[in-house]
């Protein structure tokens, strides 16, 4: 969120000065960071009493610009609820008045540091939105009221009743947009029908049924270092660029797995000295490893050049179909029976 240079041809739209502050003047606007998506600049005021305020923006066009920045806007709304703090305050969405077909997003601009947050401070702001948010979801139930976006790829939060059910949903539209991007293969195709049908039922089943539940809290779902940076003057972290939906608190450790994020096991060990791991707490791993998997066919969606992260989320499966078989078993007294 942050640059020293000048967009000296960026034209501040008047949709976009109505939501700065009365009698406030522009000083200047600037890139703020990089995005391969979105347009995103830092716009520097003088507001009435001579003091100064930055704000973040980012736009883009069409149908596309409109989902991105809606569910942006609305997804940080939400979670600035819980930690305002922590989160910088988002100010506006809509449209420009002189290109209405552009959309934009804007909240209150940080200056941060590109250092690893502190583990504990980071560890505690996750648990603390988890365990504020518990059961708090607007209709009991695991979704989102808008699309959200990971990058550009969208989400589908419809609302749906047991995690199983958003998670299964969650993980077969990724699994169609990684084919796309990449194209058909046998032994994914395979692994695939193996993983909705047997490991996930396995993994997600167990958490809402034996007697054990779960509720929904306001899940992140996109926490790694481009998204949590300390603040510069303050040093508490700062978490941006949700993805929100209601969910399972435990998927919003799913890219604290893979080394790529630098955010690995102190991390999860900290979160969990707060947040106990949900039962059956023996299937934590492997639950663990379904929630990074979506992330690394994510990654293999987004970039069609590259094949490693389709490599490593095959890998991952082959183990799980591997070790589950026979997919979730109902519990009784005396035995396992196999469904």
Known sequence: ??????????????????????????????????SAWVETVRIDVRLA????????????RGELGRNLMLG????????????????????????????PDVYFFMAEYHDMTDDLPD?????????????????????????????????NIANDN???????EFFTVAMKRMLMLEEKSHGQDPELTELSKALIEKVIPRMMRPLETGGRSIQPCLVHSDIWLGNVKPDAETEVPIIFDSCAFWGH?????????????????????????????SEPEEDWDDRNALY???????????????LCFRETAMAEMRRLVDKYPDGFVEENSTSYTRI
């Open 1 to 34: 969120m942050g640059s020293v240079e000048a967009v000296t041809n960026h034209v501040v739209d008047d949709n976009v000065k109505a939501h700065l502050p009365s009698g406030s003047e522009i000083i200047s606007v600037r890139p703020a960071g990089a």
């Open 49 to 60: 009493d001579g003091s100064q305020k930055s704000y973040f923006k980012k736009s883009e």
């Open 72 to 99: 942006c806007f609305e997804s940080e709304k939400d979670v600035y609820a819980y930690l305002p703090d922590n989160v910088p305050k988002p100010v506006a969405f809509g449209s420009y008045k002189s290109d």
């Open 119 to 151: 583990v504990q401070d980071l560890s505690a702001l996750i648990a603390k939105l988890h365990r504020d948010s518990m059961g708090k979801s607007p209709n009991g139930k695991y979704g989102y009221h808008v699309p959200t976006h990971l990058g």
């Open 158 to 164: 419809t609302w749906t009743d047991t995690w199983e």
């Open 249 to 277: 608190n435990e998927a919003d450790l799913s890219c604290m797995r893979a080394p790529r994020y630098r955010m690995g096991r102190p991390y999860i060990r900290e979160y969990h000295a707060l947040m106990p791991k």
């Open 292 to 306: 990074a998997m979506r992330m690394d066919l994510l990654h293999s969606t987004m970039f069609p050049n590259e």
